[in-house]
């Protein structure tokens, strides 16, 4: 799946050859949420220690969510790293920063909130050799930490931001170390320092483990805070990450009707809720829609549900559909129908026949005839014929 953060990423990348090639820094924003996780960014914790996309706190810097981060005890942290940025050497970035809200309700040190660190080979040996955790907090820039409060951070200062490494780093040109773990009593040389210092020291230094937020290993009691507008800038191009949540999907099955008898049709489901130009290719799997009916089902209107929809950006919800299962159309038979006019003269129906007349039908009529009459005329016609016959007797007598 090319998700929103995908996309964006590439478009930045085009920018910033476009850009440099004239010589113009570019600035972009880029979307990250939960569907980002495992593929170019990477999430870590230890037992008791969080990391997930939310809604909020207050009102973020963008959009509507944050990175929330948590530990339940000193042995638990969390952390989400970019691994973009792999193999970018470090005398490359000139710019870092993030903002971070601690919540009330933490009962850690109070002067510990979400912390920024770059993963580097101070070697530049593509991860073969030294490797260092630089570490930037802001309790040691100078600033107060406030709670319930949004809070930004610059983690460059023009290389004039104080860094700390979880690995001593000895001086190569010299005697003592450039950096010493404040956790390592054993070294005292120097704790805090700006990270041009330690450039200045290493200057084959490379990212080689991503450039990332997290928090907690070592912080005694609970802490809950939200990191949001990561900050990572690389040869006058930065990129602003902007951290948001799952966002509501809707589905809702579809209104159809089908003849009684015949089979179901394909339910395509509409969909409600896509951002950032996701479209249902992009859902992990694709909701199916389904009804009870069969095609022997009777007529009547059946229920079309849709489920099955995964998706790592989306809280997907459904809304059900409704099948009509309707009676065939039916089609008259053709019939012997009203007399046509032609040429100004009604015609007899094609086929029809008229029956004779009865005597009934005669008298009805008016000039049939009663049975006197014809009894009448059956003995003058009988006379008659008895006249002709003798004629024609006595004439051949003659």
């Known amino acids: 799946m090319k998700n929103s953060r995908t996309i964006v990423g590439v478009a930045t990348a085009m920018v910033a ?17 939960p569907g980002d996780v495992g593929t170019n960014w990477l999430a870590g914790s230890r037992p008791g220690g969080a990391s997930a996309f939310v809604a909020g706190p207050a009102t973020t810097l ?11 005890d000193g042995s638990a942290s969390a952390q989400l790293f970019n691994q973009n ?4 050497p470090l005398a490359n970035i000139d710019a870092l920063g993030y903002s971070t809200y601690r919540a009330s309700t933490s009962t850690n040190s109070p002067v510990q909130t979400i912390a920024l660190a770059l993963k580097v080979d101070v070697d530049g040996l593509k991860g073969a050799g030294r490797l ?4 930037f907090e802001p309790v ?3 600033g107060a930490i406030v709670t319930d409060t949004w809070q930004t951070w610059d983690a460059f200062q023009g290389g004039n931001a104080v860094w700390w490494s979880n690995t001593n780093l000895p001086n190569p040109s010299g005697p003592g170390h450039i950096a010493c773990n404040p956790n390592d009593p054993s070294c005292t040389d120097n704790l805090f320092v700006h990270l041009s210092s330690i450039l200045n020291a290493f200057p084959q230094a490379t990212i080689a483990g991503g450039v990332g937020l997290f928090v907690g290993s070592g912080w005694s009691g609970q802490f809950t805070g939200y990191g949001d507008a990561l900050k990572i800038g690389v040869g006058g191009n930065t990129t602003t990450y902007d951290f948001e949540p799952k966002a509501a999907l809707t589905v809702t099955a ?7 008898g015949l089979a179901n049709p394909t339910f395509a489901p509409a969909y409600a809720g896509f951002q950032y130009g996701d479209t249902a ?3 992990g799997t694709p909701p199916t829609c389904a009804t009870t009916a069969t095609a022997d089902s009777p007529i009547a209107t059946y229920p079309i549900t849709c489920s099955g929809g995964v998706s790592a950006n989306y809280d997907i919800s459904y809304v059900p559909g409704t099948l009509h299962v309707t009676a065939a159309a039916t089609t008259a038979a053709p019939s012997v129908g009203p007399t046509e006019a032609v040429g100004g003269v009604t015609a007899a129906p094609v086929g029809a026949v008229t029956p004779p007349p009865t005597s009934a039908d005669a008298a ?3 000039g049939g005839y009663t049975p006197l009459l014809a009894l009448l005329i059956c003995l003058t016609f009988g006379s008659l014929g008895l006249l002709s016959a003798t004629a024609q007797r006595r004439g051949i007598r003659r």
């Open 62 to 72: 963008l959009g509507v969510g944050s990175l929330q981060f948590t530990t339940a």
């Open 85 to 88: 940025y792999i193999g970018t």
């Open 140 to 142: 040691y820039q100078g």
């Open 17 to 33: 050859a476009l850009s440099m090639a004239g010589g113009v820094a570019a600035a972009s924003t880029a979307v990250v949420r």
């Open 281 to 283: 290719a992009g859902l």
């Open 132 to 135: 260092a955790t630089l570490i």
């Open 364 to 366: 009805s009529a008016g």
């Open 254 to 260: 579809p209104d159809v009707s089908r003849v009684v």
